[in-house]
């Protein structure tokens, strides 16, 4: 049986992060990974934060197959045929410092194991992990589907994405639930440069996002996205499994329902659709987050349920906690304690981290969301019709038109209703 220092189970940015660090601190290092080559089944809606991924590969922006630096974020609220828009805009964030790229997983994993080899890693691919290897109660390695694939390790990191398998084997997590994750479908649209720059308001090179919420999820805890990509678009849609099981939608037909919306559908015209993907993405949130570590194991990235969905955050999230646990390793294996102890180095620096904090902080928003399931189907609604009666010039007195806004919207949300949904909304997000 071959032996490592540091074996970590799957090639996503949380597995390759953790594999430069380790290897960097000198640590005999393997990632295994079950596709072709890391990347082919990875997906994420395509936005890289550049600092976390700067603190793992220094500079990477200049080698790196990135698609468009993002210099605008917009929010649309829909509501049927109508929407309602909101922006930042930053023309500074196209050059360095960067605050986030546009990406293709499947080249920018590719690229990254080729850092993580760089950095001494080996990447062994076409490979499942089927259990971790036991000596009484010590984890001392990983069994593989190969034969004679059994392979030593004084450190396991896990690495495996949402589908947390061999992390509820070890008994570190529980089996996903459909009220903890959410389904998610993308595609890419193909259109020329020029289209895309001039239907966003870029410059050459520049990129922009828009998040969408209400009729594009048609009312369910969840967001649309927009990304655009060098010479194509990213489009997609994500809802809690749950709740879609139980509105009788399947997520094609929720996505077919955003495009035909009238704001998206303008800026996909002529575009034609190149891929079509489909993934799960942890919603649990704090509450939510496993174990995270026992004797020399390490649980890092989705499989941690490390996402911040308010904010849409998740590569920078598992990029900082595989980083974390490759150093972590590395210290431990070299202090000769790879205790459960030893392990909680890694739980405590997350701990000290944005990453850990920002989940601590939104803690209570999935339950809110959860027990007000009306609040995408009514506000969106409610706002639309208040900005189209405030912005309709009929001769209406303006006074008269404010008070009009207010009866209309006691009249499809009480007043107590009204003040308890502001009260949830702040004890969520605040």
Known sequence: MENFDVIIIGGGPAGLSAAISAAKAGMKTVVIERGDYPGTKNVMGGILYTKATEMVVPEFWKEAPLERPIIEQRIAMLSGDESILAGYRDPAWGSEPYNAHSVFRVKFDRWLAQQAEKAGAMIITETIVEDLLYKGD???????????????AKVVILAEGVNNFIAVKAGLAKPLRPEHVAVTVKEVISLPKEKIEDRFCLEEGQGATIELYGDSTAGMMGVGFIYTNKESISIGVGTILQQLIRNNWTPNDLLENMKSKPYVKRLLQGGETKEYLSHLIPEGGYTQVPKLHRQGVMVVGDTAMLMNSLNREGSNLAMISGKIAGEVA???INSGDISDHGMSV????????????????????????????HLLKIYPKLFSQAAKMYLTADGTPKKQRQKEIIKMAFENRSKGGLIKDIYGAWRALL
Not at 351 to 362: A, N, T
């Open 138 to 152: 010590n984890v001392v390695g990983v069994r593989t589907g190969r034969a004679e694939g059994d392979l030593g």
């Open 346 to 373: 890694y739980e405590a620096r997350l701990r000290d981290s944005f990453v850990l904090k920002d989940l601590y902080h939104y803690r209570h928003m999935g339950k809110f969301f959860e027990e007000n399931t």
């Open 330 to 332: 590395a210290q431990a």
